[in-house]
T-cell receptor, first 116, second 113 residues
Framework: GAVVSQHPSRVICKSGTSVKIECRSL??????MFWYRQFPKQSLMLMAT?????????EQGVEKDKFLINHASLTLSTLTVTSAHPEDSSFYIC????????????FGPGTRLTVT | QKEVEQNSGPLSVPEGAIASLNCTYS??????FFWYRQYSGKSPELIMF????GDKEDGRFTAQLNKASQYVSLLIRDSQPSDSATYLC?????????????FGTGTSLTVIP
């Protein structure tokens, strides 16, 4: 149980284009999903907290107009990186909190984004 | 002051030894504590969680929590080379689904065959 999927696992895009990453909780309902970014050899950096049916809460320094988050259902959240630039190249990881187990958070496998 | 602090390591132990990973946190109101393992290039994987003071054992892993000292640790017995990874400590302030997790920067563990 507690499986979180992400799609795509890897994506290469050209500078200036937009990329959408999907995060799904496969066997549980997630009222809250989190989006993280991780640069090589660095720790996880929380970008935003996404609650189903409401606007995402962004961490300080994260541009909400650049990183669009939608949490339309209890099993799906999406992150769209708009007008991507090479400095946006990173490992993007989502996690989901099980509605029935509020204390526990499960991670997706991550999406490696490379912007050329 | 960081919310959650860990020694970055690297920590090296010989195969079969006990690896001890430590974590301190700043918010006394924190209620739940988690250990994640992250292999290079992969996302974190939940190993254990602990809510109450004392020890919690699961196979070769033991989590220890001391809320008075604001300290949580993870012991790995009979360490194996496959345990080589970065271990992340995470702290959650409560049961409110809006509360976020605070992660430490992780401790890199290498188990030497």
């Amino acid at each position: 149980g507690a499986v979180v999927s992400q799609h795509p696992s890897r994506v290469i895009c050209k500078s200036g284009t937009s990329v959408k990453i999907e995060c799904r909780s496969l066997d549980f309902q997630a009222t809250t999903m989190f989006w993280y970014r991780q640069f090589p050899k660095q720790s996880l950096m929380l970008m935003a907290t996404s609650n189903e049916g409401s606007k995402a809460t962004y961490e300080q320094g994260v541009e909400k107009d650049k990183f669009l988050i939608n949490h339309a259902s209890l099993t799906l959240s999406t992150l769209t990186v708009t007008s991507a630039h090479p400095e946006d190249s990173s490992f993007y990881i989502c996690s989901a909190r099980d509605r029935a187990k509020a204390y526990e958070q499960y991670f997706g496998p991550g999406t490696r984004l490379t912007v050329t | 002051q960081k919310e959650v602090e860990q020694n970055s390591g690297p920590l090296s132990v010989p195969e079969g030894a006990i690896a001890s990973l430590n974590c301190t946190y700043s918010d006394r109101g924190s209620q739940s504590f988690f250990w994640y393992r992250q292999y290079s290039g992969k996302s974190p994987e939940l190993i254990m969680f602990i809510y109450s003071n004392g020890d919690k054992e699961d196979g070769r892993f033991t989590a220890q929590l001391n809320k008075a000292s604001q300290y949580v640790s993870l012991l790995i017995r009979d360490s194996q080379p496959s345990d080589s990874a970065t271990y992340l400590c995470a702290v959650n302030q409560g049961s409110n689904t809006g509360n976020q997790f605070y992660f430490g920067t992780g401790t890199s563990l290498t188990v030497i065959p």
